[in-house]
């Protein structure tokens, strides 16, 4: 029974970095209804961030999170601003998603060119610090990112329910043009909400460059594992969101106990689809967000 | 070949008031059938096998075929597939495998049966895998459905074992037949042929009342449900139509590499590129993924000579210039130039 609740604690870990990504993902389709598919080339971007400024200047990623959140904040509104204010109006949304392509490309590819192909990881003094609980041993690092997806769901979650921009970014995800009509700008919404995004893809990015080696191509699989944990736990619902990305961790653990490490991705993708075929508002989302867009 | 533009309703109704539309079409026919002979006689003064255009014109051709097929169902019905690599790699991978365990017992090198069935198997899986998620699911969830059947076809295939030889995949030169000649001559020939009926196919599907039934659905699906119109079989029927031209595309494709593996036939270069191309020459119309082909493989192709190593960044940025600045594509923008200066060049 030890090796199934390892397993299992594997697969929350694991999860937790679905979770952020999700947790992104979900703001900015929610909002602007883009598949963002660059949210993983973020995520690697700021994870290079992270090691950059771990192996330059000796910051231990941890610290660097007060850094690399508002940078990640300011260069979503960047991006938005430069980039996705006017696709994310349009009605065709193959721009915003071509839009988000081309970022993947060019970023990947710089990343690639600057850091080279050689997957990159940290290596902290203690990195090796283990927790053990019976016969369950977690290492500290991969408990601290489970512990960044629950603090980032939460700050997420009282800035979507306390504020008022939290409330309108709510409310344009339920019906953008009712809530333009309602007074509130919708383009701000829409920036401050991928403004967040990718200052969630900092944090998991941070979290990355802690616990796993990662390299340019790493992106694109990440974004899609954050799409899968997203359909899984359905749209709309930053704790789904969340649980979403857990249950694939721990769907991706099982796979690969159970079947084999090559058969991992048959199994989220799998899983992937038959949630799209029968279950399309997700575990934990509402019905109503699935319709017509 | 006509010429259809991509018109919406409004427009259409307005073009017939006012214009002719008969004369444009005449001048765009003659002008698709000049540029299809000078194509077709292009090997009688030109040597494409040694020649660096015959490498490139094929190459473009081969992707027009797969951006007609993601033009019909993206462009016209309005169903964004993200799947046409998984289709491409299926249509190589039919060809390979039938040919490499000698499952036909035809001429296998150009073999039209082979051909035909590489375009057969990603018509049925369309079909299959359509008739769930285009039943249940609108929108961008199609798109995430497509692009997960993708990733598991991907996957399927490099953990093929011995069936589809993993990461190495199928090395079909041993394979080739006695006296048959590695003539790119032949291989620009074929993909030249097979752009032009897939084009055909398209124009012809999109002008009937086929067309017209997909265009219903890409405008307001429910109204054109509501108007008898059958949209799971129309989207279905879209769906796997493209699925199939991406599948001929890649078994031609494939008689070009002679070697066929996930990383060279399911790489996620065929599924944006030929979109790209399609938005950049603009979607819904039927010459649009042929310009934006020509463009698109012009770039990457001095690019690459130019710019060795770099050419995936560039290919980033032209994507974003290409969207930020022209997202109605080049064929809207030849009918919209009078409106053009109202639209406002605010890039912040």
Redesign the interface.
């Known amino acids: 029974m030890g090796s199934l609740a390892q397993i299992l604690v594997n697969g929350i870990l694991l999860g937790s970095m679905y979770g952020i990504a999700a947790i992104g993902l979900s703001l900015i389709?929610g909002t602007m209804?883009i598949?963002f598919l660059a949210q993983g080339t973020m995520i690697v971007l700021f994870a290079y961030l992270t090691y950059w400024s771990f192996e330059k200047a000796g910051i231990d990623p941890y610290l660097s999170l007060f850094t690399v959140i508002p940078l990640a904040f300011v260069v979503g509104l960047g991006l938005f601003?430069?980039?996705f204010?006017?696709?994310a109006a349009?009605e065709?949304?193959?721009?915003?998603?071509?839009?988000a392509?081309?970022?993947?490309?060019?970023?990947?590819?710089?990343i690639?060119?600057i850091w080279g192909a050689t997957p990159r990881g940290i290596n902290l003094s203690y990195s090796g610090a283990v927790l053990v609980i019976g016969e369950i041993r977690i290492s500290w690092l991969r408990f601290a990112l489970l512990g960044l997806a629950l603090a980032s769901a939460l700050v997420v979650y009282l800035f979507l329910k306390k504020t008022r921009v939290g409330t309108a970014v709510r409310a344009a995800s339920e019906d953008m043009e009712a809530t333009t009509l309602q007074g509130i700008n919708s383009v701000w919404v829409c920036a401050i909400s991928f403004a967040i995004g990718i200052a969630l893809a900092g944090v998991a990015g941070v979290g990355m460059a802690t616990v796993y080696s990662f390299d340019y191509q790493f992106g694109?699989i990440f974004a899609?594992k954050a799409?899968?944990a997203l359909?899984l736990g359905g749209i709309g619902n930053v704790f789904g969101a969340l649980a979403g990305g857990l249950l694939l961790g721990i769907i991706e653990n099982l796979a690969a106990y159970y079947i084999g490490i090559?058969?991992i991705?048959?199994a989220s993708?799998?899983v992937?689809?038959l949630v799209?075929?029968?279950l399309?508002q997700g575990l934990f989302g509402r019905r109503g967000l699935?319709?017509?867009? | 070949m006509g010429s259809d533009l991509g018109i919406d309703g409004a427009d259409m109704k307005l073009l017939s008031e006012t214009d002719r539309p008969d004369k444009r079409k005449l001048v765009w026919a003659g002008f698709s059938a000049l540029a299809v002979l000078f194509f077709a006689t292009l090997p009688f003064y030109y040597d494409v096998h040694n020649g660096q255009f015959g490498v490139f014109f094929f190459n473009v051709f081969v992707y027009v075929i797969v951006a007609q097929g993601w033009n019909l169902v993206s462009g016209y019905t309005g169903q964004i597939s993200l799947g046409q690599n998984a289709f491409f790699g299926i249509g190589a991978y039919t060809m390979a495998l039938l040919w490499f365990n000698d499952v036909t017992k035809t001429g296998y090198y150009f073999d039209p049966v082979l051909m035909i069935l590489a375009g057969v198997a990603p018509f049925i899986l369309a079909v299959l895998v359509g008739v769930p998620l285009l039943s249940r699911l609108r929108g961008d969830y199609f798109a995430f459905g497509t692009l997960g059947m993708g990733m598991i076809v991907t996957v399927l295939f490099i953990n093929g074992g011995m069936f589809t030889g993993g990461a190495e995949g199928r090395m079909l030169v041993p394979k080739m037949p006695e006296g048959a000649v590695f003539n790119l001559r032949t291989h620009y020939w074929v993909a030249l042929l097979v752009a032009v009926l897939a084009t055909l196919v398209v124009y012809a599907l999109t002008t009937s009342r086929i067309g017209l039934a997909l265009r219903a659905i890409k405008e307001d699906e429910v109204s054109a449900a509501s108007h008898g119109v059958n949209v799971l079989k129309y989207k279905v029927m879209a769906f796997a139509v493209g699925a199939a031209m991406a599948g001929v595309a890649g078994s031609i494709y494939g008689y070009y590499l002679l070697q066929v593996t996930p990383s060279n036939v399911l790489t996620s270069n065929w599924l944006f590129l030929p979109i790209l191309m399609v938005v950049l020459g603009g979607t819904g119309t039927i010459l649009g993924p042929w310009l934006g082909a020509f463009l698109i493989y012009l770039i990457s192709w001095y690019g690459d000579s130019y710019f060795a190593g770099y050419h995936p960044i560039i290919s980033g940025v032209v994507i974003i210039l290409v969207m930020l600045f022209l997202p109605s594509g080049l064929m809207g923008l030849g009918q919209k130039l009078p409106g053009l200066g109202r639209r406002g060049r605010g890039s912040g």
């Open positions: 389709f209804r598949i601003y430069l980039l204010r006017k696709a349009l065709d949304k193959n721009v915003s998603l071509l839009l392509v081309g970022l993947m490309y060019l970023v990947d590819n710089l690639l060119k694109f899609i799409l899968v359909a090559a058969w991705e048959v993708y799998g992937f689809m799209l075929i029968f399309p699935v319709k017509k867009v």
